[in-house]
Structures are given as structure tokens and as C-alpha cells.
Nanobody, 124 residues
Framework: QVQLVESGGGSVQPGGSLRLSCAAS????????AAWFRQAPGKEREFVAA????????VYADSVKGRFTISRDNAKTSVFLQMNSLIPEDTAVYYC?????????????????WGQGTQVTVSS
């Protein structure tokens, strides 16, 4: 089982940027596909972005395309979410997720490991 811990959340003004990090321990994270989800108050958790274990493929929710970039380090021990041009609608708790199966990446669901979440607030 992979343990995930998110960091990098905070409060920014619209148009600002944040870079979220997800540190992994245990398991073999370099062999895991990873993703970011978010949950706003009163809303269901929604998919944001995903990346394959190799980093060769990525997928994004339409709402963040062109603004967010998911990546992972060369050692495949961490995954990042660079968030630019932030808007108030991006306000949510952001969660890192991981799973060894490609179906989790391709279907953007059924990730087996989850972090505790980090708060992102975008407001004036």
C-alpha cells in the first residue's frame, strides 16, 4: 500500500498560481499511475488530472485544461500539480491518488490510495 501526503495548498488571488506536491512512501510508487482530484464545499469529489507511471500520458478535466499541469519527478516518488490562472471555482480540497492499474488512469476512477488532502482557496 502506498501512503500519500499532499502539500503546497494555500490561499491565492484570482490569476495566481500554486504548485501542489504529493509525496509517496511505501509500496512501489514509481509503478503507480497517479491523479489529482478535488472536492469543493457541498460538491462531490471530481477528477482534475492524471498521469501514467512513466509520465508519458496525461489527461485533464475540461475545466482545468490549459491552466493546470500534472507531472512527476524523475525518480517517480512524487507527483505535482502546477496550477496557473487560478479562478475562484478552483477553490477546493485537492487530493492525490494512486493506483497500479491502467484502468484507474484511463477511467479516472477506482484509485486505491489517497492522500489526506490540501486546501486551495482562490479569492479576492
Amino acid at each position: 500500500q502506498v501512503q500519500l501526503v499532499e502539500s503546497g495548498g494555500g490561499s491565492v488571488q484570482p490569476g495566481g498560481s500554486l504548485r501542489l506536491s504529493c509525496a509517496a512512501s511505501g509500496g512501489t510508487f514509481r509503478s503507480y499511475h497517479a491523479a489529482w482530484f478535488r472536492q469543493a464545499p457541498g460538491k462531490e469529489r471530481e477528477f482534475v488530472a492524471a498521469i501514467t507511471w512513466s509520465g508519458s500520458s496525461t489527461v485533464y478535466a475540461d475545466s482545468v485544461k490549459g491552466r493546470f499541469t500534472i507531472s512527476r519527478d524523475n525518480a517517480k516518488t512524487s507527483v505535482f500539480l502546477q496550477m496557473n490562472s487560478l479562478i475562484p471555482e478552483d477553490t477546493a480540497v485537492y487530493y492525490c491518488a494512486a493506483d497500479a492499474s491502467y484502468s484507474a488512469f484511463s477511467q479516472r476512477t477506482d484509485f486505491s490510495s489517497w492522500g489526506q488532502g490540501t486546501q486551495v482557496t482562490v479569492s479576492s
